[in-house]
């Protein structure tokens, strides 16, 4: 019967914190950890609790197992993932860290988007850290929805919940979520270099820009593996994020690795993808936001002389072109990642992609090497470029990036052997669509 009546007041809790009216009243979710925690406010979790989307809450993928419960605190020495059903909006996120031993936490949500790095606390250390997290779905302006592939039905980007993935040596006390019902969104339309790659060894740059940002901006990343210009607007992504964009919003667009493959008449940089980029950032301006055009990653092909070979054509061109007529921000990463690629050389570089040898990964049988995609250190490194741009073209968002993070020169890029964030447990080791 006390199992059925904390149930109850559990799902009672939820009910309102849906409800419109009763925001103003409740703005939180609150979960608090630990064996001899006591529920004087939100909710406390004693024991490990599976999710279900009856309850709205709890460890999910079966991650329960790994958790040890102390007195105020829950640690685990492998990955474990906690869920809340919310609707689509953003969300502050608060979380204490820290607890009778000393830990390692880094943070991801939803698919892989990283949010805290390896947080460190000594023992009977907490600290508090928040973030900014946007949660989404398909569905719009009524009975609208945007044509989403079966990796992203799968993945954790566009169900009806937020998930915190919890890596290296977690110790967490708390989580509060809080709905933010204002505030200045970041959105991104892109292809398999950009999107939120859900799985390792794989990884984008914009699942990793979000953690140079402040807590004054949300990022909203609808970018997909294998989209061009024209499926990305086919698909109603574009649709949607202007149903939902804001004046002062952004959307930051980068193409060219899929628009590449279309043939025939009126296609090819200087036709339908010069066209659709200027469609991009008309209607953008309609809706008060403010475009920027990125030009594509390059692909990884060096020449015998230690030069990289262009890859993409015209388009990059196409794109400097238009940023020029109609006056629109550009980011130039396709320069910058040459001469990223460069300072590392053919060898090094491969480090910033996916080359991992035969049985690196569970039923990999055969060898991975992916000039076109990146690792979690290539794909961070381009989001350095990113924030870089941001500063270089003196953005009102440039005062957004956090005090912490240093210049960039993709002249002097990082090495692999400074990476050292926890990889995921989800892994898929076949290709993104796209190249």
Excluded at 3 to 27: D, G, P, R
Excluded at 406 to 433: F, G, L, M
């Amino acid at each position: 019967m006390k199992h059925l009546k904390k149930s109850f007041l559990s799902l009672l809790a939820i009910s309102l914190f849906f409800n419109a009216n009763a925001q103003k009243k409740q703005t939180a979710l609150e979960f608090n950890f630990g064996e001899k925690v006591k529920s004087n406010s939100g909710t406390a979790i004693n024991k490990a609790v599976e999710y279900s989307d009856a309850l709205g809450y709890g460890f999910d993928f079966q991650s329960d197992k790994n958790l040890t419960f102390d007195k105020k605190s829950i640690s685990a020495q492998s990955p474990f993932y906690f869920s809340v059903k919310l609707p689509e909006g953003n969300y502050s996120v608060e979380v204490v860290l820290g607890g009778d031993s000393k830990a390692v936490t880094t943070v991801n949500a939803e698919s892989r988007r990283l949010m805290l790095r390896e947080i460190k606390t000594v023992e009977k250390e907490s600290k508090t850290e928040r973030f900014i997290v946007n949660v989404r779905t398909g569905e719009f302006d009524g009975n609208k929805k945007i044509g989403l592939k079966p990796t992203e039905i799968s993945g954790l980007n566009w169900d009806n919940k937020l998930t915190l993935e919890f890596l290296g040596t977690p110790n967490v006390q708390s989580i509060k979520i809080t709905p933010v019902s204002k505030i200045k969104t970041l959105f991104i339309a892109g292809d398999s270099t950009v999107t939120d790659q859900g799985s390792e060894p794989w990884g984008s740059w914009g699942q990793f820009f979000p953690n140079y940002l402040t807590t004054d901006v949300s990022v909203a990343n609808y970018a997909c593996s294998g989209l061009a210009l024209s499926s990305f607007k086919s698909g109603k992504r574009l649709d949607k994020i202007l149903h939902l964009m804001q004046p002062g919003d952004y959307l930051f667009i980068e193409f060219g690795h899929n628009d590449e493959k279309a043939k025939g008449e009126g296609k090819g940089a200087w036709g339908q993808y010069t066209a659709l980029l200027k469609e991009f950032v008309s209607r953008t301006r309609e809706k008060g936001g403010i475009p920027v055009l990125i030009t594509p990653t390059q692909r990884r092909r060096f020449n015998a002389d230690g030069t990289l070979e262009p890859t993409h054509g015209e388009f990059p061109d196409a794109m400097r072109k238009v940023a020029a007529e109609m006056k629109v921000p550009l980011i130039d990463v396709t320069n910058m990642t040459t001469a990223m690629y460069e300072s590392w050389g053919d060898e090094l570089s491969k480090k910033a992609f996916v080359f991992y040898p035969a049985n690196t990964f569970p039923n990999q049988e055969k060898a991975l090497a992916d000039n076109t995609h990146f690792c979690s250190f290539g794909a961070n490194e381009v989001a350095k470029c990113v924030v870089q741009g941001i500063r270089d073209l003196n953005f009102d968002i440039a005062k957004n990036i956090k005090i912490t993070v240093a210049n960039y020169d993709p002249k002097k890029p990082s090495q692999p052997s400074e990476w050292t964030v926890p990889a995921s447990v989800r892994i898929e080791t076949t290709k993104p669509d796209g190249n």
